[in-house]
């Protein structure tokens, strides 16, 4: 079974406008870290934001918050305020289990629409 | 501040033949990993390390060779390339193992396998 499940391929926003970009993670642990990076088509991978098990509050960072659902096992990105340069590739990543190996998505595709 | 530094950034080999991709970090962290990237699969772990002369196989090592003599650098060699070998190559670092230590990542190899 997939650990990471992005189900949005390819998503597209209106500058300015907010979005949500899904994942969802499966793990028994009850502790976990949550990731969320950037990859722009330069080709760099750029951490974004984190988000413990057991952190009551969503994670934010700047323009970035993670949406989470424990109970749901959902993680979600938003991006609020789009902008150009937020067009890239985002990826979902969890880190648990012996060794607390990290555990990526297939990505999520965003293209900022003037 | 020059972070993790991989070369070259874009390779072209025959099958066959044998290939190494460099790594070097500059922050002394302990752990080192590479990772392939592929379309559809996202991110998968090839090698780690948790030190030098500490390696490990991650979920796809098989036709992959590291080494790890000194902290800061971490090889990749591919002792007889194939096609499918033909990726996206990152190295990453983490200053723990610890479960909100992220992943920090160089640039990327892209290798093609002709």
């Known amino acids: 079974a997939q650990k990471i499940t992005q189900t949005q391929p390819g998503m597209f926003v209106q500058e300015k406008e907010a979005v949500t970009l899904d994942c969802t993670y499966d793990?028994?642990?009850?502790?976990?870290?949550l990731f969320w990076y950037k990859q722009p088509s330069s080709g760099e991978m750029i951490f974004l934001i984190y988000q413990g098990s057991y952190d009551e509050q969503n994670a934010t960072e700047g323009r970035y918050s993670l949406n989470f659902q424990k109970a749901r096992k959902s993680a979600n990105l938003v991006i609020s305020a789009s902008q150009l340069g937020d067009s890239a590739m985002y990826f979902c990543?969890?880190?648990?289990?012996?060794?607390?190996?990290?555990?990526f998505g297939t990505g999520t595709s965003l293209t900022v629409i003037p | 501040d020059a972070g993790i530094t991989q070369s070259p950034r874009y390779k072209i080999t025959e099958t066959g033949r044998q290939v190494t991709l460099m790594c070097h970090q500059t922050w002394s962290h302990s752990y080192m990993f590479w990772y392939r990237q592929d379309l559809g699969h996202g991110l998968r772990l090839i090698y780690y390390s948790a030190a030098a002369d500490i390696t490990d196989k991650g979920e796809v090592p098989d036709g992959y060779v590291v080494s790890r003599s000194k902290t800061e650098n971490f090889p990749l060699t591919l002792e007889s390339a194939t096609r499918s070998q033909t990726s996206v190559y990152f190295c990453?670092?983490?200053?723990?193992?610890?479960?909100?230590?992220?992943?920090?990542f160089g640039n990327g190899t892209r290798l093609t396998v002709t």
């Open positions: 793990t028994s642990d009850q502790s976990y870290g």
């Open positions: 990543a969890m880190r648990e289990g012996p060794g607390n190996q990290f555990y």
């Open positions: 990453a670092s983490s200053e723990t193992l610890g479960l909100n230590s992220p992943l920090h």
